[in-house]
């Protein structure tokens, strides 16, 4: 069974604060999805990363695709109350190309 | 233009009782998923529709589950005999190819099983 874990599944941090959200696996990706849910609604994708090593940027947030497409990160900087939500990264399985949801980290980022 | 659109936006019932939840894809898009959400954990992939191929139904929990799309487009997940732990939001996306093309989620339907 592939697993996507993330960490920390909770934080609360301050505004002005940086953070690093962390989404890892033992298996392999063609592609890897961040998206951000808010109380009420769906996600909403965020961005998509598809090489190994690859680095996207979106305003404060960083995303990174590790080298060997098993692992990703998401990297806030100067957090606002406006990023609070769940951050939900998902992976686009090699062979099946089924995609598959991490479990999720919590951002509560206080004013 | 409308987005993914999920009816009705919360559902509460007895258990024992069959619920049938809806989902209206964004017109065009030939992939339709289900999902199940947790206490705001991860999405649990239910099921899977892609244009008129048979559905991927390797994530439904039980054949207490069951979903159809009619015409390429509206779906509808029904759960028969409900059990309090199918207790949970459930969203449904769609996403114009299939499912490394971005998803685009519906707001959810809240299911609460007494």
């Known amino acids: 069974t592939q697993l996507l874990e993330q960490s920390p599944q909770f934080l609360s941090i301050q505004e002005g604060e940086n953070l690093t959200v962390y989404c890892n696996s033992s298996s392999v990706f063609s592609s890897l999805q961040w998206y951000r849910q808010e109380p009420g609604e769906g996600p909403v994708l965020l961005v998509t990363?598809?090489?190994?090593?690859e680095v996207k940027k979106l305003k404060r947030l960083t995303f990174q695709f590790g080298d060997a497409r098993k692992d990703s990160s998401l990297h806030i900087t100067a957090a606002q109350p406006g990023d609070t939500g769940l951050y939900l990264c998902a992976g686009a399985a090699r062979h099946t190309d089924k995609l598959i949801f991490g479990t999720g980290t919590r951002l509560q980022v206080f004013p | 233009g409308a987005g993914v659109s999920q009816s009705p936006s919360n559902k509460v019932t007895e258990k024992g009782k069959d619920v049938e939840l809806r989902c209206d894809p964004i017109?065009?898009?030939?992939?339709l998923y289900w999902y199940r959400q947790s206490l705001g954990q991860g999405l649990e992939f239910l099921i899977y529709f892609q244009g008129n191929s048979a559905p991927d139904k390797s994530g439904l929990p039980s054949d207490r589950f069951s979903a159809e799309r009619t015409g390429g487009s509206v779906s509808t997940l029904t759960i028969q005999r409900t059990q309090q732990e199918d207790s949970a939001v459930y969203l449904c996306?769609?996403?114009?190819?299939?499912?490394?093309?971005?998803?685009?989620f519906g707001p959810g339907t809240r299911l609460t099983v007494l």
């Open positions: 017109s065009g898009h030939t992939a």
């Open positions: 996306a769609s996403s114009r190819q299939g499912r490394i093309d971005e998803q685009f």
């Open positions: 990363v598809v090489t190994g090593g």
